[in-house]
């Protein structure tokens, strides 16, 4: 089976541009969350959603972050205008629907690098 | 609020020796799922193991053991026999009973990491 897809696997660009990092959950997974991994701050959850519904975003930095999940098989995280210290691992993830104890999957990760 | 504290960031064992991956946690809930991915060189973020928190039995999985110690808040992970191909990241994680979630998954909170580099 094939698990979380996430695209691009790399992204190099300039500040001021726009990045749009895309996700695709393991199919079946009713959770995806999206999380950001930085050497200062580690693991962050920065979204999620339940049912393609926004929970909780209290974890996106700044209104230049925004998330959709406009089905149930397809998310993007967003960040306009980028910034160099958005330079990050991006991480998805997906959960099956049975609850608080099911393990998050995790896709390979977008590196994402502002210049 | 939640809060997961890896203390050891970084241990460097040679292959054969046992090692032990500190988890302390803290939650204001009585119910709670705790976790440990292992993140290898590639950087992928693999699940290993997951405990709720009325289930202090600990667990087995070939070298790998477990141990939850609600009375201490922890969940320390050890490594027996360990080999090079160990060597990875390590992460406890946490995740809350409490709250709103639309009949889905919580968020989780990790803590820092644990470097663990096996010599040969």
């Known amino acids: 089976d094939a698990g979380v897809i996430q695209s691009p696997r790399h992204e190099v660009t300039e500040m001021g541009q726009e990045v749009t990092l895309r996700c695709k959950p393991i199919s079946g997974h009713n959770s995806l969350f999206w999380y950001r991994q930085t050497m200062m701050r580690g693991l962050e959850l920065l979204i999620y959603f339940n049912n393609n519904v926004p929970i909780d975003d209290s974890g996106m930095p700044e209104d230049r972050f925004s998330a959709k999940m406009p089905n149930a098989s397809f998310s993007t995280l967003k960040i306009q205008p980028s910034e160099p210290r958005d330079s990050a691992v991006y991480f998805c993830?997906?959960?099956?629907?049975?609850?608080?104890?099911?393990?998050?999957?995790f896709g390979d990760g977008t590196r994402l690098s502002i210049l | 609020a939640q809060k997961v504290t890896q203390a050891q960031t970084e241990i460097s064992v040679v292959e054969k020796e046992d090692v032990t991956l500190d988890c302390v946690y803290e939650?204001?809930?009585?119910?709670?799922?705790l976790f440990w991915y292992k993140q290898p060189p590639s950087g992928e973020l693999v699940f290993l193991i997951r405990r709720n928190s009325f289930d202090e039995q600990n667990e087995i999985s070939g070298r790998y053991s477990w141990n939850f110690q609600k009375s201490t808040s922890s969940f320390n992970f050890t490594i027996t026999a360990s080999q090079v191909v160990d060597s990875a990241v390590y992460f406890c994680a946490l995740s809350e009973a409490s709250g709103y979630s639309g009949g889905g998954a919580d968020g989780l909170t990790f803590g820092k990491g644990t470097h663990l580099i096996i010599q040969p």
């Open positions: 939650t204001r809930d009585t119910t709670y799922y």
């Open positions: 993830a997906s959960s099956l629907p049975r609850g608080r104890d099911q393990p998050q999957h």
